[in-house]
């Protein structure tokens, strides 16, 4: 038994051409091939050619040819329906790929640390939103090391993190700091003072919580009050920001957070900014250098642009408005 192999020049069955299609839909509107190649700009007999071989292609006759034009056969007329509904999907998938690619429309996933009472991030997500609706944004709320490890997971495009990590195949940018601020009881004498020096707080009591944010803040009151010869009481909670906020108007100790944080009014609650250059936390963003998603690089964009505008020196005259928050 012996089989003979296909020829060098065997090819396999043609595509559809969707020229072909699209000119033979085109007659069939205009029941005439002269008045199809006349749209078209093109020969007539180009116009035939090209439906004679589409037929011969589908295995079926298209048209009746007749003097006077043509008339669309039952087979045809099936054939156009399905071709109709195919190419306005193709036409519709066209432009959806096209809206990705520019970032108009797709998902976004975001990890963030801190609050969006106020702030950087809250602004830069504010003017995406406005600028690209299309695009659905994920939100996470997270541990820095927690948010990193899901960027090299892919499951986030970004992440904020507090401070300037080096992150091993990830790229970083410090993109905007938060100035620290002290909350305190209504009443305490400090409420009396614009800002507050590290030198008026040598012998307060604070509490803390105990997220990554707590102990950041916890580690930078120590490290400024050892510089100027004092060693603070601090007391570390296992409790959440909102409920340590009530412990600071209970007069349980004064305590520490960001500027993002002070939007947000706690009952008898006052918060004034600590004096001095030294007394800020950076943030920066961290994602993947290789990460394609359009929506991402229009995000990132947008942030660096933003934070350009963001920096400005502490105690400028949008200060007083956030220090009278809780007075």
């Known amino acids: 038994m012996s089989s003979k192999a296909p020829s060098a020049g065997a090819r396999g069955p043609r595509a559809l051409d969707l020229v072909s299609i699209t000119q033979a839909l085109l007659v069939a509107e205009c029941l005439s091939f002269r008045r199809a190649a006349r749209v078209l700009g093109v020969r007539q007999s180009a116009v035939s050619r090209r439906v004679r071989a589409l037929e011969d292609l589908v295995g079926v006759s298209l048209f009746e040819r007749h003097h006077a034009g043509v008339r669309v056969t039952a087979a045809g007329a099936c054939f156009f329906d399905q071709a109709r509904d195919a190419l306005l999907q193709l036409n519709h998938a066209v432009k959806i790929a096209s809206a990705a690619g520019r970032g108009a429309i797709g998902r976004l996933n975001i990890g963030i640390l801190s609050s969006m009472a106020a702030g950087f991030l ?5 003017v995406y939103r406005a600028r690209h609706p299309g695009v659905a944004l994920q939100l996470l709320e ?3 090391l927690e948010q990193i490890a899901l960027v090299r997971d892919r499951r986030l495009d970004v992440a904020f993190v507090l401070g300037t990590p080096s992150v091993p195949n990830c790229d970083t940018a410090q993109l905007w700091t ?3 601020f002290i909350a305190l009881p209504q009443g305490h004498a400090l409420c009396e003072n614009g800002e507050i020096t590290w030198e008026a707080l040598r012998d307060e009591h604070f509490i803390v919580c105990q997220s990554e944010k707590g102990r950041a ?15 603070p009481s601090v007391q570390r909670l296992d409790v959440g920001r909102e409920t340590l906020m009530h412990l600071v108007a209970l007069h349980l100790g004064l305590s520490l957070t ?7 009014q706690f ?5 004034r900014p600590i004096a001095g250059d030294a007394a800020v936390i950076p943030f920066s963003a961290v994602w993947l250098p ?19 505008k963001w920096k400005q020196p502490p105690g400028d005259s949008a200060m007083p408005d956030r220090t009278a928050r809780g007075a």
């Open 122 to 126: 809250r602004e830069v997500i504010r």
């Open 142 to 144: 997270g541990a820095s």
């Open 178 to 180: 938060e100035h620290m």
């Open 217 to 231: 803040l916890h580690d930078h009151l120590i490290k400024r009050l050892a510089q100027i010869g004092y060693n």
């Open 258 to 264: 960001s500027e993002a944080m002070v939007a947000t």
């Open 267 to 271: 009952p008898e609650v006052a918060f």
């Open 290 to 308: 290789n990460n394609d998603n359009p929506a991402f690089r229009r995000f990132l964009s947008l942030a660096r642009r933003v934070a350009k």
